[in-house]
C-alpha cells in the first residue's frame, strides 16, 4: 500500500472532488457554524480518501490479475489509470514484473509511466497489446458497453481516440471504475469526432437524428463557448472538431446510439466502446468486484 500515499496527492491522477461550502443558516451562532463546517469536511475528506483508496485497490487487483512479464500493456487515461500506472511502476522496481513495454494513451499517462520508471512506445494503428486499462466516463450496465472521452485533457487535445485505438487493439481489456460509474439509463454526453468541413451539416444531422433528447456543442479549446465553440474550437491534430452530443433523457440502448453515430457523413469516429470483450473492475464499499459477460450484474 506505499504507492496509495503517493497515489492520494497526484496532480493527474487522483483529484478529489471539492466538499461543499457551508452555508449560514438563520441566527446560528458562528462558532456552532465553525464546528459544523469541520465536521462536514473531516467526513467529505475521509469519504474522498476512501474513494482514492477503493480505487487503488481496483488499480492494484486490475495489474495483479491481468499483467504479466513480457507483455505489452495499454495505459490507459484517468485517475484510476493513474493509480495502477504507479502500482505498475511499483512492481517493475520490486522485481516481481520485468520486460513491460508501456503503450500511453495521452500525454498524462505518459507522463505518469515516466514518472513510475515504466518503458514506454507511441501507440500506431496496427500495434499488437496483449492487456490495456483504462477509466470509464460511464458504463452500462448489462451490455458493459462504455464511454470514453468526456474528459478534457490538460493539454486540450483530446485523447479518446488513441485510447480508443488501444482498446480495440488489446487482446485483453478492463475499465477500472468506481461503482457509481456502472449505471442503468445513462445521461451526459457523447463525444463525437467529426470532419471540420462541413461540421455544421453533420451537428444538425446528428441534432436531427436525436430531436428532443440531445443537444449538440462543439467542443471549445478553452472555457465553456456553447453550441458553436466559441472564438476557439478545439481542432485536432487532423484538422477535426469534437461534438459533444449532451443527452437531457436516459438513453436507452448505447449500443443503437453508436451504429447511429457511424451511419452519419462527417463522423469519424465516437467515444462508445461496444461489442468488444472486456472486464470492468468495479470498486464498491471497501471491495472490488472484477464483471465480464457472463457476471455483468453486481450482486
Known amino acids: 500500500m506505499d504507492a496509495v500515499a503517493g497515489a492520494s496527492v497526484s496532480s493527474s491522477s487522483a483529484r ?11 441566527n446560528v451562532a458562528p462558532a456552532t457554524v465553525h464546528r459544523r463546517s469541520r465536521r462536514r469536511a473531516v467526513t467529505c475528506a475521509a469519504a474522498a480518501d476512501a474513494d482514492v483508496v477503493g480505487l487503488f485497490d481496483a488499480a492494484k487487483l486490475t495489474v495483479d490479475r491481468f499483467v504479466e512479464s513480457g507483455m505489452v500493456v495499454g495505459l490507459g487515461s484517468g485517475p484510476a489509470s493513474g493509480l495502477a500506472i504507479q502500482y505498475l511502476g511499483t512492481r517493475l522496481r520490486r522485481g516481481s514484473l520485468t520486460g513491460i513495454l508501456g503503450i500511453p494513451s495521452s500525454t498524462i499517462s505518459a507522463s505518469e509511466a515516466e514518472k513510475a520508471g515504466i518503458q514506454v512506445s507511441s501507440y500506431e494503428e496496427g500495434t499488437q ?5 483504462t477509466d470509464a466516463d460511464i458504463i452500462e450496465e448489462d451490455t458493459m458497453t462504455a464511454v470514453i472521452g468526456r474528459r478534457k485533457t490538460e493539454s486540450g487535445e483530446p485523447s479518446f481516440m488513441v485510447e480508443k ?4 487493439s ?7 471504475i468506481g461503482h457509481e460509474k456502472y449505471v442503468k439509463g445513462i445521461e451526459g454526453s457523447i463525444p463525437v469526432l467529426v470532419k471540420s468541413a462541413n461540421w455544421i451539416d453533420t451537428a444538425e444531422e446528428i441534432d436531427d437524428l436525436f430531436l428532443g433528447d440531445a ?3 462543439r467542443r471549445p479549446s478553452i472555457g465553456t463557448a456553447g453550441p458553436l465553440g466559441g472564438d476557439f474550437p478545439l481542432v485536432t491534430k487532423e484538422g477535426h472538431h469534437v461534438l459533444d452530443v449532451i443527452f437531457t433523457t436516459p438513453i436507452p440502448d448505447l449500443g443503437k446510439v453508436a451504429e447511429s453515430l457511424e451511419k452519419i457523413a462527417g463522423v469519424v469516429d465516437h467515444g462508445i466502446v461496444s461489442s468488444i470483450p472486456s472486464y470492468v473492475v468495479v470498486a464498491l464499499n471497501g471491495e472490488v468486484q472484477v464483471l465480464d459477460e457472463k457476471s455483468s450484474v453486481i450482486p
Open 16 to 26: 478529489l472532488r471539492p466538499c461543499p461550502r457551508p452555508r449560514r443558516i438563520g
Open 129 to 133: 497489446i496483449d492487456f490495456a486499462f
Open 215 to 217: 443537444e449538440v456543442w
Open 165 to 168: 485505438g488501444i482498446v480495440k
Open 170 to 176: 488489446a487482446d485483453k481489456l478492463a475499465f477500472i
